[in-house]
């Protein structure tokens, strides 16, 4: 059973900077694409960034390019998201999935298992 466990969440002043963690049990991690979500209240689950069993390879929304940055530690079974520069349109809460495979995937429906989820709240 693939188990992921996100840490790091938490309240932040816009212009400041928060670094998700998501910790992978239960699995050979480095077999895994891995991708961060985000929804907000009342909107729909959206792709934060998603990268590939390497770490070698990512994708990001628009949106998030330049500010954000999908990182990955495979001897510590960990993937990272840090987020600079943060707007109180990034309030959300984060999640972080996996699924089998080499490349990134960039749809929710390609991805098996998910995390919990971290609130992320940006103050104006």
């Known amino acids: 059973q693939v188990q992921l466990v996100e840490s790091g969440g938490g309240l932040v002043q816009a212009g400041g900077s928060l670094r998700l963690s998501c910790a992978a049990s239960?699995?050979?991690?480095?077999?895994?694409?891995m991708g961060w979500f985000r929804q907000a209240p009342g909107k729909e689950r959206e792709l934060v960034a998603a990268?590939?069993?390497?770490?070698?390879?990512?994708y990001y929304t628009d949106s998030m390019k330049g500010r954000f940055t999908i990182s990955r530690d495979n001897a510590k079974n960990t993937v990272y998201l840090q987020m600079n520069s943060l707007k109180p349109e990034d309030t959300a809460v984060y999640y972080c999935a996996a699924r089998r495979g080499i490349s990134y995937y960039i749809q929710g429906d390609d991805y098996v298992y998910w995390g919990q989820g971290a609130q992320v709240t940006v103050s104006s």
């Open positions: 239960g699995h050979t991690f480095s077999n895994y694409a």
């Open positions: 990268i590939d069993w390497s770490g070698r390879r990512t």
